[in-house]
């Protein structure tokens, strides 16, 4: 039988303002990238999102992002210096690493966000800048990196412990990056398609761009967003046809 992480973008509220249904998703995946706070969240909800995922036996892993509240972390901050960088890094996985201490936890796994993490699937010289901050940290630190792409490249480089993402609700280029939310048809909608799509990428160990396009890959962990509509069912049901395909579903 394979085996196969899922894990989910959560802790994404922001004092009174709340977004997705952190909770049910819980109830689905097995690991967990929580906010930081520069681009989503804030200390009492990283707090919260650590102490479910600890009910609920869910790995828990720093999302790091651009310090940008008001685009979501997804605009691109260009000529970032690489000392400003890292410190940024740092910076979000010492604060989640220090609430999720406070709750009897450990963060297990960083995982890059939003804009930051699109620059770094074609920039092989950010990616260095994002990869080696992490393991200044920690050796044992994993890097979930995006398969295929200079976030993977660089990882491996380095060394240390790696697991490749694939995502359940985003569609590929021919490089093997994901096509740009601005673009039609970026974004899987549908739970039986995306479904589909993941035992796809699963079975054959390769993505299909939207070209056709066959990209080599070794999925370790599939990614499904908590913020887009009808995040849970979709979840539910990448899920549900991973374990009726024999794939157990299970932390990495």
Not at 119 to 137: I, K, N, Y
Not at 245 to 252: H, L, T
Request: charged share 20%.
């Amino acid at each position: 039988m394979s085996r196969i992480d899922l894990n989910a973008d959560l802790g994404e509220s922001f004092g009174p303002w709340r977004m997705g249904q952190d909770a049910e998703m819980l109830d689905i995946v097995t690991s967990a990238n929580v906010a930081c706070g520069f681009h989503a969240g804030d200390p009492v909800e990283m707090q919260r999102v650590v102490r479910l995922c600890r009910d609920k036996g869910v790995g828990i892993g720093a999302h790091p992002g651009f310090a940008d509240l008001q685009g979501f972390g997804r605009r691109r901050i260009l000529d970032i210096a690489a000392g400003e960088l890292a410190a940024l890094i740092t910076y979000q996985i010492g604060a989640l690493q220090a609430i999720a201490g406070a709750a009897g936890e450990i963060v297990r796994h960083v995982k890059l966000h939003g804009a930051l993490s699109n620059m770094c699937m074609t920039d092989r010289a950010m990616s260095d800048v994002c990869v080696q901050a992490v393991r200044r940290l920690s050796p044992d630190l994993v890097i979930m990196a995006i398969a295929a792409t200079q976030i993977e490249h660089a990882a491996t480089a380095i060394g240390g412990p790696v697991v490749r993402e694939v995502f359940a609700d985003r569609t590929y280029n021919d490089d093997g990056t994901l096509v740009s939310r601005g673009q039609a048809g970026a974004v899987i909608h549908d739970a039986d398609q995306a479904a589909e799509h993941v035992l796809r990428m699963v079975s054959d160990q390769a993505i299909t761009s939207i070209n056709g396009v066959r990209v080599p890959v070794r999925p370790e962990t599939v990614c499904v967003h908590g913020d887009t509509p009808g995040a849970v069912r979709l979840a539910a049901k990448v899920r549900e046809r991973l374990e009726k395909a024999g794939v157990m579903v299970a932390r990495f």
